[in-house]
């Protein structure tokens, strides 16, 4: 469904992705982990048509991608934002922020659509008109998922979903993502810090470091601890808790 | 809405009304948004300097709607044997040189004043916009021509610039509203730019651009309502410059001709007589310097209901 082949991407001086090579088939999750500033995120904004300026191939659906997308592409691939108080529109309602999308891509039936994605993401329609500073976190979260969902996507690209919301919260978030992806066939990219998010959602994993995968392995490989690049047990380490110990090993090395 | 049917209607629809428009859930767009005006009424009416202006400019308003009851003889009928009245029962602010009644020209004048005001305001506040938003959205050559447009303008005093346009179009209020508008502009479209380009790469303008809107769209439907609270308060705050202006050109006989009755050169021909009937120029003097502080300070009260960031 998804593959990228010797993608690079380079800011200014700064080369931030730097070949990534992956696949991902149909109705798989994908997972994407690694430190800040390792260039997770700008290999999404790139796959969403984000970021133009970008080398490499990207095959989304078997088609090739281009820089600037048409705007059929958007229907059948949609991204969640990691924070949703920067993605909702401030002074758009909940139905504004659903019904533009189709409104956008001329589809009719708004408002019963409108009623049945929100009933989806668990948002009632006692939520329909009210503006997004009337929402808690994971209720805008909620909308922001609702919104990717109305176009009925194919593929779904998640931007550390849940970085920004309460532990709580998170689970609520995650556990709405596994079984809306079960319902909708979703392809999806998790991007994430969290490897303990990471090995709940993915079917497959990539470990990235400095703009590179530096190791691509199952779910199944994590739980058992098959990891064998170094910076992959140090990720691994670190997300069982703070341990004194590796702390301060990390702080000399 | 409950008990409309009442006896005692307006009694009991009140606190329905109330609740309808404090409700915890809203049940349609209309409720949403009034709910938000609501709410931002309450927070004016919370300011007292803004309520004052806002009920002076009411005033003005009623005054210039109710000039024919007002002045029903108009404000050009003279009468030489009644020069010069100093202010009395019968002319509560005077006659002038021609012995028209000082309160039927102030009262007629009040709709020059604000005919222009709110015409420009209806011709920079879209200009400005669109100017803006186009720099600030596009970037590049587009925000490089039209900033460097946009800085020719600024560039000159405002009455400087509109006394010269009136010098080449020609005396007159028409004219004048033209030669205001094309000074007024810049100052909207650097704000609209500014506003622009610290919201363009937000994530929710990144959402709709990854749903396929056109970037006329984006502008239209997504950044201009984010544009528009601090483009209205500076257009408010701008209408005392506008005024001022206006009156500055009919004082130098460039904006509205005589016989109308425009503040600006009703003070100016006052002049002559400063020192035996002060009254002349006073008045309307006084008229101006009101209305351009109350603007002012409604001005100033919306801008504390209007920031987005407060909510």
Known sequence: ?253 | MSGETHPLGNVTRAPGLRAWLTAEVTASPRQASLQRLYYGWRRLRNNPTAMAALVALACLVAVAILAPLIAPEGYDEQNLAGRLLPPSGAHWFGTDDLGRDILARLAWGARITLMIATLVAAIVAPIGLLVGTAAGYFGGWVDAVLMRVNDVFLSFPSLILALGFVAALGPGIRNAIIAISLTAWPPIARLARAETLTIRNADYIAAVRIQGASASRIIARHIVPMCLPSVIVRITLNMAGIILTAAGLGFLGLGAQPPMPEWGAMLSAGRGHLTGAWWLSAVPGAAILITSLAFNLLGDGLRDVLDPRSE
């Open chain 1, 1 to 253: 469904m998804i593959a990228v082949r010797d993608l690079r991407v380079s800011f200014a001086a700064a080369t931030v992705v730097d070949g990534v090579s992956f696949h991902v088939p149909p109705e798989e999750m994908f997972g994407l982990v690694g430190e800040s500033g390792c260039g997770k995120s700008t290999v999404l904004r790139v796959l969403c048509g984000l970021n133009p300026a970008w080398s490499g191939q990207i095959v989304i659906g078997g088609k090739a991608m281009s820089p600037v997308r048409d705007r059929a592409f958007f229907k059948d691939v949609q991204m969640v934002f990691q924070d949703p108080y920067g993605s909702l529109h401030p002074r758009h309602t909940v139905n504004t922020a659903l019904t533009e999308p189709l409104a956008i891509h001329g589809i009719g039936g708004a408002d019963g659509r409108v009623a049945a994605v929100l009933d989806q993401v668990g948002l009632g329609g006692a939520f329909r008109y009210r503006y997004p500073h009337q929402l808690s976190g994971g209720q805008r979260q909620r909308l922001a998922i609702a919104r990717a969902l109305i176009l009925e996507p194919k593929v779904l690209l998640l931007d550390e979903p849940t970085s920004a919301l309460d532990v709580s919260v998170q689970a609520e978030i995650l556990n709405l993502l596994t079984d809306l992806r079960r319902q909708r066939n979703l392809t999806c990219i998790l991007v994430s810090h969290d490897l303990a998010v990471i090995a709940h959602m993915c079917d497959r994993i990539g470990v990235m470091q400095h703009g590179r995968i530096v190791e691509e392995l199952t779910a199944d490989q994590l739980n058992e601890n098959a990891a064998r690049h170094p910076y992959t047990i140090e990720l691994l380490a670190a997300s069982r808790g703070y341990d004194r110990a590796l702390g301060e090993r990390l702080a000399d090395e």
